[in-house]
């Protein structure tokens, strides 16, 4: 086993340990949290990617659902026992990491013979259900159906009190090649039985079936779906349907989803061509800020400005796709918003001021009259152990513009503070992208450098 894989196996063990022997004296709510704690040291010390994060909803009753994959064979905690990576990921690093609670899940009901998942499923006290190809012998089809009706009350209840829901409709789970599997209808009828207005999350995962030292777990957060009314037999039918036929779509959208963006780069390219004749334009271009930046025609009226941000880059992908997209005669402006996402990639300040230096460079080479806006990083929740970092490297950014007189550096670092702190009320949910307010924030300070 790879030394990432093994490592990556002891914090699971770690997180499994702590379960099973937890002490009577802490309630069940301390011993999820104590879950969830353990399980995110576990994901630090492997590369995994959540895209979609600006999609949480800030409340609202939530259930969380997802296209659940098998583990790796190599991961099992005891005695072939795994504690399954994907739901794990999605109640620790998602809904905990934002929510501030772990929430509760749905699990199945143990085997006569599997120990280690009734002591550890009993210690969490999930909603319990009988899944199919596990049910003891010696329960009947009538303790079946009243366990799992059992289920939409007590799915309810939890709800009501403001907890959040994570399932699987699926009921069973997958290869990330066979997936997604079809979703089936308690999921409607559970929505069906409530009586309160309820928020389906989406999302998507992929490779957590494989192992951590040869891919990167992924994560989607698809656009929240609200239901205000009681579903009738047929609305249940339509929107089973409906979801089925998305979530394979969206899967099979993800699968294709690499490194180099290429589905992303596929639909800017078209937008490059709709723009290539605009006269003088200032380019926006870099990561997640750019892309989500909805209001920029209107923050900047007749003004001929171009959005060409795509979720996720990293200083290498701008880089490398740069000659591809940026083919404009005489910009006036190319404002750019990066590196922050290659903190992710567990670089130290001074190697990504030196990718920030080169791509400048790169820019000034191939439009050498163009004033060149560098963003600061901005301050956020998300990245509040990282603050330091962000700092070095907007200050090496910063000196840079003393001497290319291109640049322009756009410190928006300060702007997003309260009284020197890091601030909620410029972010949205996930305590990383900018809100509304943020964005106004945003145009006044590029406003005063670049126009």
């Known amino acids: 086993m790879n030394k990432v894989d093994e490592l990556f196996l002891s914090f699971l063990k770690d997180a499994f340990k702590a379960v099973i022997n937890s002490p009577d004296s802490l309630s069940v709510d301390e011993i999820r949290s104590l879950s969830s704690k353990k399980i995110q040291k576990a994901f630090s010390k492997v590369k995994y990617e959540i895209h979609g994060s600006e999609n949480l909803p800030s409340k609202g009753n939530l259930i969380f659902i997802y296209n659940h994959l098998n583990n790796h064979p190599l991961y099992s905690v005891a005695d072939n026992f795994q504690i399954t990576l994907d739901s794990h990921f999605i109640s620790s690093m998602i809904v905990d990491r934002y929510y501030n609670n772990p929430g509760i899940r749905v699990s199945r009901l143990s085997l006569p013979n599997e120990k280690f998942h009734k002591d550890y499923y009993d210690k969490l006290d999930y909603i319990r259900v009988y899944a199919k190809n596990f049910i003891p012998k010696n329960i009947t089809d009538t303790e079946v159906i009243n366990t799992n009706k059992n289920f ?113 780069i596929k639909k800017l390219l078209s937008k490059v061509e709709d723009n290539k004749s605009v006269v003088s334009p200032i380019i926006f271009y870099g990561s997640s800020t750019i892309r989500l930046w909805k209001s920029l025609d209107d923050d900047f009226k007749n003004m001929n400005v171009i959005n060409l941000g795509f979720g996720g880059a990293y200083v290498d992908s701008l880089s490398k796709n740069f000659d591809l997209l940026i083919n404009f005669l005489n910009p006036k402006a190319i404002v750019i918003y990066l590196g922050g996402n290659d903190l992710n990639l567990n670089l130290s300040p001074k190697e990504i001021i030196f990718k920030i230096k080169k791509f400048i460079e790169k820019i000034i080479t191939k439009y050498p009259n163009a004033n060149i806006g560098y963003i600061s990083i901005k301050p956020s929740i998300e990245r509040k152990n990282k603050l330091l970092d962000i700092k070095e490297i907007n200050k090496g950014i910063k000196l840079l513009s003393k001497s290319l007189p291109n640049l322009i550096y756009i410190n928006i670092y300060d702007r997003l503070l309260d009284k020197g702190k890091v601030t909620s009320k410029f972010l949205l949910q996930d305590g990383l992208h900018l809100n509304k307010e943020g964005y106004r924030i945003l145009t006044n300070t590029v406003r005063e450098k670049i126009v």
Request: charged share 25%; aromatic share 10%.
């Open 152 to 264: 939409y009350k007590k799915a309810s209840q939890h709800l009501k009190k403001g907890n959040c829901l994570v399932l699987s409709p699926e009921g069973a789970s997958y290869s990330t090649d066979e997936s997604p599997g079809v979703f089936k209808k308690g999921l409607f009828k559970l929505l069906s039985n409530l009586t309160i207005p309820t928020i389906l999350v989406p999302i998507v995962t992929l490779n957590f079936d494989k192992l951590a030292s040869k891919s990167i777990f992924k994560c989607e957060i698809k656009k929240p779906i609200t239901y205000k009314n009681t579903l009738t037999k047929n609305h249940i039918e339509i929107e089973s349907h409906k979801l089925n036929k998305k979530y394979k779509s969206w899967v099979n959208k993800m699968k294709l989803y690499d490194n180099d963006f290429s589905v992303e």
